[in-house]
Structure formats: C-alpha cells, structure tokens
C-alpha cells in the first residue's frame, strides 16, 4: 500500500458494514432527512454547509450520485415550497394533482422547455459522518459531473465509492448578465479495496433512502428556485432566450 492509500485509508475510514446496517434497519420506514448544500447565487464559489464555516471545497467518497429533474407550477418567490413533481435518475417519485391539472405526466421529465428544470445530486460521505451530506446543484453542473466520472474514474475501472474527491465551484458569466456555478470536481486519491468496499455496501444500503422522494420530504431546490434569487428568474428567461437553450438541458453558453 502506497503512502497516499494509507493516509486516504486513514483519514476517510468509512462507518463499519454493521454500523451501516443498523443504520438502515433502524431507519427502514422512516424519513430520513439529508443536510442539503445548493448552488451558491450569483456565480457564488464558497459553499455554504449548516452550522460550519464557509468552505472553498468539500471533501469526501461520493455514494450517490443522478441526475434529478423538478417541476415547479410557479415561479420563484422566495419561499422554500417542494417541487410539483420530481423524478430521480428518469424515474417519477410523484406528480402532484396541481401538476396533472396543468397537464404534466410521469413522463413529463423527457420533454423539453416548459417548467422542467435538471438538477445534479450528490451525495457526499465526509470523514466521521455515517449520513451524507446532500449537494443539490443546477443543471449547468450535470454536464461537468456526467465527464468527470466518466473520464476520471470509471474510465480507469473505478467506482465513486473507491475515490476521494474534492468538489469545488468555478463562476460563469453569460451573455444575459446572468453568473452562475459550475461544479469543478477533482480526484485526490483512490482508496485501498477494503476501505472501498465500505463505502461499496453504504452505498448500497443507503440508495433506499436517497432514491426516495415525496412531496413531503422533497427538495425545495430546482430551476430558478432555491439556487437563484427573485430577481434573476427574468434573467434567467432572458439568457435561454438569447443562448438558445431550455431549462431542462445541461449545456449553457458562457461569455468567450
């Protein structure tokens, strides 16, 4: 084992399987209920985590991680309302009747433009902390997540549960006027295959849990909701318009 394995090894040790599993037992029927960090306003860079100091980056394994898409019926007002529908990795979690009313589906994700807007979710496993921390990002991070896995760790035979990373945030001005952050992710090291397996089987028992959305206990975050202020919600309309592009997709057009 190199020196890098046994500090990773070391400082990210993850919960026992039997922790783990008495976690889930424990919790089966319950809510559960994930700290969320959101995409910062305004092209924001410093994360802002509950009761901690602002950081730069956040560090840890990832054990969950999809694409979301949410359907809000209005338009952001400031206060924190749940989705009317919400779908994980293209499955529907529920549509409201408001929803069905304005005529969206369980398949309503799949169509783009109108009020369907992409997020990326992430859960992220710290250091002495058996529950993730759940990131909720604008789509603009979905694209850059989607390479970022797909080069730097599955393209070399790996799983995200046997990576460390660090997540940081990069500003991006458009041509509207309009800022906004982009995730930057970064692979600090690879785990030695005992400790990977940990997170392998938290991953596993915690999926019940982070793949189960309700109008209950959903996010309040989506496209020109949580991660944007009132005030941008007509920027926002003003930079698709002139950038060509729908809420639901995950490419944006910075200013060159």
């Known amino acids: 084992m190199s020196s890098t394995e046994i500090v990773l090894a070391e400082t990210y040790a993850p919960a026992s399987v039997d922790a783990v ?15 969320t960090v959101t ?3 305004a092209g ?3 994360w802002e985590v509950e009761g901690e100091d602002p950081t730069k980056e956040l560090r840890g394994v990832v054990v969950d991680d999809y694409e979301a898409h949410a359907l809000y019926l209005q338009d952001y007002s400031g206060e924190s309302n749940p989705p009317d529908a919400y779908w994980i990795a293209g499955e529907c979690q529920y549509v409201t009747e408001e929803a069905r009313t304005a005529g969206y589906n369980e398949d309503s994700h799949s169509i783009r433009g109108g009020r369907v807007g992409n997020r990326q979710v ?5 250091p002495g902390e058996l529950v993730p921390i759940r990131i909720d990002l604008s789509g603009a991070s979905v694209r850059p997540w989607r390479l970022f896995k797909q080069n730097q760790i599955a393209g070399k035979g790996k799983r995200v549960t046997d990576t460390v990373i ?3 945030l990069e500003s991006k001005k458009y041509k509207s006027g309009y800022s906004g952050s982009i995730l930057a992710p970064r692979v600090l090291g690879f785990l030695p295959a005992g400790v990977a397996a940990g997170y392998f089987e938290q991953r596993e028992q915690i999926r019940a849990f982070t793949r189960t959305r309700t109008a209950s206990n959903s996010p309040d975050g989506g496209f020109g909701s949580a991660d944007a202020e009132p005030s941008e919600g007509a920027l926002a309309a003003e930079f698709e318009a002139k950038a060509g592009v729908v ?5 944006e057009a910075p200013v060159m």
């Open 44 to 46: 924001g860079t410093v």
């Open 39 to 41: 995409t910062p306003t």
């Open 21 to 35: 599993q008495v976690w889930a037992e424990e919790m089966k029927g319950a809510a559960v209920e994930f700290l």
């Open 166 to 168: 660090e997540l940081s």
């Open 122 to 126: 992430i859960y992220l496993s710290r």
């Open 247 to 251: 809420p639901n997709s995950d490419f």
